[in-house]
């Protein structure tokens, strides 16, 4: 008997934590569940997906014969075509075949894409680029990424790592003197103006370990040397948006992820500057899909996908 696929299962693997989800095939999500990404890399991080996620359907009795397929994010570089992750530092992966193996224990169609890419996707589906076809989406969490939607299409670029705007040089003394990156591996805007980057900064100033979360509760307490830090990090993220659309010519910037959320305070003065230095001024937005832009992502990925194939 052939069961009608009436659902899509979809993946936000991030650095700290791993949210599952199962959505029916209009897009309503239907359930969720978290799991805490070090417990998860103690073993082997595909089996332990494919069990929650069987989990997940017992729970409705849903046969996976009623499943289109399963939708991932990833952060790092993906080769979505083959779904092989060629780089995740954070997950210390390299060439790893994500798809293959889920493809074999769960007997069903997967699609992988790069966590930012999916979360522009999340946004186009239900969130602040709906209606949009050419936008710039910026998360800035604990690192930065950027998300490039061309004439209403995700742009991957030549080697699957477009929108990699972490590396980006936003200060020409880099050139002569080179820098000290906030963590291994990390580029120059991700060191000045991520979550962990802003972080070292202000610990290098004061001593003090804060979190990023931590960090913009004193700047709203007035604690000076947090307010010198954000307010460096927010001169470089308006750099790197002055270039980026001076380039693309987006209609909307959008930001998101944690620290993305908190920059509220300071849309005014980006705008003021984007208005002064290029030729036509995007709309700047922060987005409202809180954790979730990715998760939605991934299920429009395998919906998009399921559709094409």
Same mark, same amino acid.
């Given at each position: 008997?052939?069961?009608?696929?009436?659902?899509?299962?979809?993946?936000?693997?991030?650095?700290?934590?791993?949210?599952?989800?199962?959505?029916?095939?209009?897009?309503?999500?239907?359930?969720?569940?978290?799991?805490?990404?070090?417990?998860? +890399?103690?073993?082997?991080?595909?089996?332990?997906?494919?069990?929650?996620?069987?989990?997940?359907?017992?729970?409705?009795?849903?046969?996976?014969?009623?499943?289109?397929?399963?939708?991932?994010?990833?952060?790092?570089?993906?080769?979505?075509?083959?779904?092989?992750?060629?780089?995740?530092?954070?997950?210390?992966?390299?060439?790893? /075949?994500?798809?293959?193996?889920?493809?074999?224990?769960?007997?069903?169609?997967?699609?992988?894409?790069?966590?930012?890419?999916?979360?522009?996707?999340?946004?186009?589906?239900?969130?602040?680029?709906?209606?949009?076809?050419?936008?710039?989406?910026? +998360?800035?969490?604990?690192?930065?990424?950027?998300?490039?939607?061309?004439?209403?299409?995700?742009?991957?670029?030549?080697?699957?790592?477009?929108?990699?705007?972490?590396? +980006?040089?936003?200060?020409?003394?880099?050139?002569?003197?080179?820098?000290?990156?906030?963590?291994?591996?990390?580029?120059?805007?991700?060191? =000045?103006?991520?979550?962990?980057?802003?972080?070292?900064?202000?610990?290098?100033?004061?001593?003090?370990?804060?979190?990023?979360?931590?960090?913009?509760?004193?700047?709203?307490?007035?604690?000076?040397?947090?307010?010198?830090?954000?307010?460096?990090a927010v001169e470089h993220l308006t750099s790197s948006l002055i270039n980026m659309?001076?380039?693309?010519? /987006?209609?909307?910037?959008?930001?998101?992820?944690?620290?993305?959320?908190?920059?509220?305070?300071?849309?005014?003065?980006?705008?003021?500057?984007?208005?002064?230095?290029?030729?036509?001024? /995007? =709309?700047?937005?922060?987005?409202?899909?809180?954790?979730?832009?990715?998760?939605?992502?991934?299920?429009?990925?395998?919906?998009?996908?399921? =559709?094409?194939?």
């Amino acid at each position: 008997m052939n069961l009608v696929k009436k659902y899509i299962l979809a993946v936000d693997i991030g650095g700290t934590s791993i949210e599952c989800g199962l959505f029916d095939r209009s897009g309503k999500l239907l359930s969720t569940s978290m799991l805490h990404t070090m417990e998860v +890399m103690q073993g082997d991080v595909a089996e332990q997906l494919a069990e929650e996620l069987r989990r997940k359907l017992d729970d409705r009795g849903i046969l996976f014969e009623e499943v289109y397929g399963l939708g991932i994010g990833v952060p790092g570089i993906v080769d979505a075509e083959n779904g092989l992750v060629l780089k995740a530092p954070s997950l210390k992966w390299d060439h790893y /075949p994500l798809k293959e193996k889920l493809q074999r224990l769960l007997q069903v169609p997967v699609y992988i894409g790069n966590d930012v890419n999916n979360g522009l996707l999340g946004e186009v589906e239900v969130g602040g680029l709906q209606h949009v076809s050419h936008a710039i989406y910026m +998360m800035i969490g604990t690192s930065i990424g950027v998300g490039l939607l061309l004439n209403g299409e995700v742009y991957e670029g030549h080697q699957f790592s477009a929108g990699e705007a972490s590396y +980006m040089i936003t200060d020409k003394s880099v050139l002569r003197e080179g820098f000290q990156p906030a963590r291994s591996g990390y580029g120059f805007l991700s060191s =000045k103006a991520g979550g962990f980057g802003m972080a070292n900064e202000y610990e290098k100033k004061t001593g003090k370990s804060v979190s990023a979360q931590e960090l913009f509760s004193l700047v709203k307490k007035g604690n000076k040397a947090a307010i010198n830090v954000v307010d460096q990090a927010v001169e470089h993220l308006t750099s790197s948006l002055i270039n980026m659309t001076a380039i693309l010519n /987006p209609e909307v910037i959008l930001l998101g992820g944690g620290v993305g959320r908190e920059l509220s305070p300071y849309l005014e003065k980006i705008e003021e500057n984007l208005e002064k230095y290029v030729p036509h001024k /995007p =709309k700047l937005r922060i987005s409202s899909m809180q954790n979730r832009s990715v998760l939605y992502g991934a299920f429009s990925l395998c919906r998009k996908q399921a =559709k094409s194939t």
